[in-house]
């Protein structure tokens, strides 16, 4: 699973487990009752359908246009149709167990479209044909440029806990501080534990070509437990997080690629159905209800109203239904309503999505795991058509106003001017949620979970468990102006420096906006030597995002575990350092770097440095190769450098943590980085050389057949150098299952001053496994991967070490390494397939070796692997 800071499926499954248990679930009944009437004439409409909005649970009138509705989760309003009559929406009050109400619908005013339908064909089919037809009218990427506030209320809770984890001392005492107050239960009728709230406001803007994307997050506040700086949280659950886009082939749900109802190929995933002509606000709409084909698939269930006179999606309701191979995720529903969006003439010119309303309900492992509801709801106004900004504006995918957090300290606990400053944020937030947050702003329930949150952080205990779980989403201990760690990197044990201890810190942005400061020390009890590392980078511009900066150290470090050839695996890197350590050298080092954007996408970084090599292995090269056995050797070298970098990635998307900044994501479109690097007899240099290297990576989406994902990697030096300043190729040795590596290679098997490497994997997620009967009761999935290399090593090259083989020099733990290379006509090639998602967790790979088979090399090995993922 690719690296990402804090990303959206970490982040909501820690939120599982800050406690261990809560309530026993317990079930309310609600009855709805009622009679349904012409709204002009009064008389009753019999078989009329009521239905629960966001929810399948429904009723039909009788002759006498009564219903009764029971259920055990109530949402906040019923939707009411009948042929002939518009569909309406009517409050209802989600507090009350029994309510009796008029209901008068209004009849339908509008003269249909016509529709073509073929013979024996379903009359939905001819519907949907026409909703991919008008895409250039309704679609709003199509629209040149827009702008629109929102307003955001996204709320975490624990829910639907086992009688075993409800007896833990911790939730035993947040329980009685929280006796004494209203209980709270979510849309099942359930209690719950509130975790969470977060409101924001926001600007957000949108350009079509080309395609930028920009949200001003201009105040949030947020009250719960604090696993993460509220300045984050505010980039992940902004306004337009959920801004899902049903008109493309695919919706992205926690990160995982579900089919669209209205999406291109909708005839192969779905069932559809025309259920009525209804009335939504002033549209009148064609209902229909989609089902997908096999459960198991990552597809939704529900309906959605598609006006007949435009065929645009006016409103949808989706659901994931609990067979579809998703992990940690009981039920997850989306509301979306849109409406149209005019020019300054008037003319509609696209449809944008008014009201988004999601709720995901999630657990974690096994029978006793807990469960959440995480809820968001957003509504968007103001919108300001085809006046896009200049291009640099977009150059931030989301800015943060240093302005932006709110005090949410209790007035009774502030004095003087932080007292005046919080009443200037209530009622700034209370003008807010009525101009945009309207019928969804702050509920009475809403201020009842704030109103618990404040009480179950006046626990002490909380605020241990707070802090654990910050250290263990982010690797760092914050403590004022210093962050302290990251941990992952604390404790090692190898056969070189015994028990490696390592503490680090750096500044936040408490202490300094510009300047950033870095250092750690290690020291290992087997070699005795004590490491460390500094580093003070100068924030120059963050809109440009330009910054320089000093580092040096001196540690211990491994042939080919550089940042391009490990592709910023840091999970590997760290466990490299565990068990034998071959191929160590110790290393000190000095460089001075600038990094600078000049337009969004493009990184440049240039850097000048030098860094020493002192192997701990049985190595020596020939000082003057020409001269054979005769010319001196040496176990060591300097390596004066100065480099340039290219870093392309149209798409990419970030956030900012303090002065950290974090990719997230890139769109899918290629991330290119190319660089040079001249190496001089400058500052003491051993060898003058070039060096180029390449790196571009991709996932590509291929419809029901799954997702692949590609790393491409190339390398050249034209000058001959000893074969530890070369390409030495990654190997993985070890029983773990590594992407982006070749898994049956011996580390530095390989070396090449000229190479090309293809990494290429595919998931089919649960194409063929959902397909099996038992098997796709287990939501397993399938992968494979080829992994190919081509490399080539001069003979000038390979002179430096054709020697014979010494006594080991003092100094060495008396390894030798054996560099081989390959031919350059026949490139190296293996192949896997696997299955993840074993106990939602596991994975295992099996990996075949296809040629360069030494006596003694293992054709196959089976390895495994740990992946978290939905």
Not at 267 to 293: H, R
Not at 454 to 462: L, Y
Not at 654 to 683: C, Q, S
Not at 731 to 745: D, E, K, M, Q, S
């Amino acid at each position: 699973m690719r690296q990402l800071y804090l990303p959206r499926v970490l982040f909501l499954f820690v939120c599982l487990m800050i406690a261990s248990s809560w309530a026993k679930a317990q079930t309310t009944s609600y009855v709805v009752s009622g009679t349904v009437v012409d709204a002009k004439s009064g008389q009753v409409i019999p078989f009329a359908s009521v239905a629960l909005v966001g929810r399948n649970v429904g009723v039909t009138t009788d002759e006498n246009g009564l219903f009764t509705l029971k259920t055990t989760r109530l949402t906040d309003s019923l939707y009411v149709s009948s042929i002939g009559f518009g569909v309406k929406r009517f409050a209802i009050n989600k507090t009350k167990l029994q309510q009796s109400l008029l209901l008068q619908l209004p009849a339908a005013g509008k003269v249909l479209q016509e529709v073509i339908v073929r013979a024996g064909e379903n009359p939905a089919w001819g519907i949907l044909r026409n909703v991919r037809k008008n895409l250039d009218k309704n679609d709003r990427s199509r629209i040149r440029a827009y702008e629109y506030d929102s307003y955001s209320k996204t709320s975490l809770s624990l829910t639907h806990i086992s009688d075993k984890l409800r007896s833990n001392p911790l939730i035993k005492k947040v329980l009685s501080e929280l006796n004494q107050k209203d209980s709270v239960t979510d849309d099942l009728g359930r209690r719950i534990l509130p975790l969470m709230m977060t409101e924001s406001i926001s600007r957000f803007f949108y350009r079509e070509s080309p395609e930028r994307k920009h949200e001003d997050i201009v105040k949030t506040r947020m009250k719960g437990i604090e696993i993460v700086e509220p300045e984050v949280l505010a980039q992940f659950v902004g306004g337009n997080s959920l801004s899902y886009n049903f008109y493309q082939n695919y919706i992205r749900v926690l990160g995982k690629d579900f089919a669209s109802p209205v999406g291109a190929d909708w005839k192969g995933w779905y069932s559809m159905y025309l259920a009525d002509t209804t009335k939504i606000g002033n549209f009148v709409c064609y209902e229909i209800q989609f089902d997908p084909k096999n459960k198991q698939d990552l597809l939704f269930t529900g309906k959605m109203f598609i006006d007949t006179t435009t065929f645009a999606l006016t409103m949808i309701e989706a659901k994931v239904g609990a067979e579809a191979n998703l992990n940690y995720v009981r039920r997850l529903e989306i509301e979306q309503e849109l409406e149209p969006a005019r020019d300054s003439l008037g003319n509609n010119i696209g449809w944008m999505p008014v009201a988004m309303r999601t709720n995901a309900e999630l657990y974690g492992v096994g029978k006793n795991s807990i469960g959440a509801l995480a809820q968001q709801i957003t509504r968007n106004s103001n919108f300001l058509l085809n006046k896009p900004k200049p291009l640099a504006y977009y150059d931030r995918t989301v800015a943060v106003s240093d302005t932006a957090k709110t005090n949410t300290t209790p007035l009774e606990e502030l004095e003087g001017d932080d007292e005046e400053e919080a009443r200037k944020d209530n009622a700034y937030w209370e003008q807010k949620r009525r101009e945009l947050g309207g019928a969804d702003s702050l509920s009475v329930n809403d201020r009842k979970i704030q109103s618990q949150i404040d009480t179950i952080r006046n626990v002490p205990t909380i605020r241990t468990v707070e802090l654990l779980t910050r250290i263990a989403t982010t690797g760092w201990y914050r403590k004022g102006r210093i962050d302290w760690g990251p941990y992952p990197y604390a404790l090692a044990f190898n056969d070189i420096e015994g028990l490696r201890l390592r503490l680090g810190f750096r500044t936040n942005g408490n202490f300094s906006k510009s300047v950033v400061l870095r250092a750690y020390g290690a020291y290992g009890t087997y070699d005795g030597k004590f490491k460390w590392g500094v580093e003070s980078d100068f924030i120059l511009s963050r809109q440009k995002w330009t910054i320089m900066g000093l580092k040096a150290g001196y540690d211990l470090e491994r042939l080919g575990f550089t940042p391009e050839l490990i592709n910023g695996n840091k999970v590997f890197y760290a466990f490299s350092r565990f068990g034998r350590y071959r191929g160590g050298y110790y290393t000190s080092s000095q460089e001075v770097f600038i990094r600078h954007e000049p337009l969004k996408g493009i990184m440049l970084t240039a850097a000048i440095g030098d860094r020493t090599f002192t192997p701990t292995f049985d190595y020596e090269y020939l000082i003057d190769p020409d001269r054979g056995d005769q010319s001196p050797r040496s176990r060591t070298y300097n390596d004066a450098y100065w480099s340039a970098e290219i870093r392309l990635a149209r798409k990419e998307t970030y956030i900012m943590d303090g002065n950290e900044r974090i990719p997230i994501a890139t769109k899918r479109t290629p991330v290119l980085w190319l660089k040079y690097t001249r190496g001089g007899h400058m500052f003491g240099g051993t060898f003058a050389y070039e060096r180029y290297s390449f790196r571009a990576f991709q996932t590509l989406k291929f419809g029901k057949l799954g997702r692949s994902s590609y790393v491409l990697q190339a390398g050249y030096t034209p000058t001959r150098l000893p074969a530890v300043l070369q390409f030495t190729h990654l190997g993985n040795p070890t029983a773990f299952y590594a992407p982006n590596t070749f898994n049956r290679l011996d580390f530095f098997e390989f070396v090449s001053d000229r190479f090309l490497t293809v990494h290429w994997a595919h998931g089919f997620d649960g194409l063929l496994f959902n397909r099996i009967p038992l098997i796709k009761k287990l939501n397993w999935r399938l992968w494979t991967n080829a992994d190919v290399l081509w490399g080539a090593r001069g003979d000038q090259s390979r002179r430096y070490e054709s020697m014979p083989r010494p006594t080991p020099p003092p100094g060495s733990d008396g390894q030798y390494i054996n560099f081989g290379h390959l031919d350059p006509a026949v490139p190296y090639v293996e192949v896997g397939y696997g299955i993840s998602n074993i106990f939602k967790i596991l994975r295992l790979q099996a990996i075949h070796r296809l040629n360069y088979l030494k006596p003694g090399t293992d054709r196959f090995v089976l390895k495994f692997g740990i992946e978290v993922s939905f």
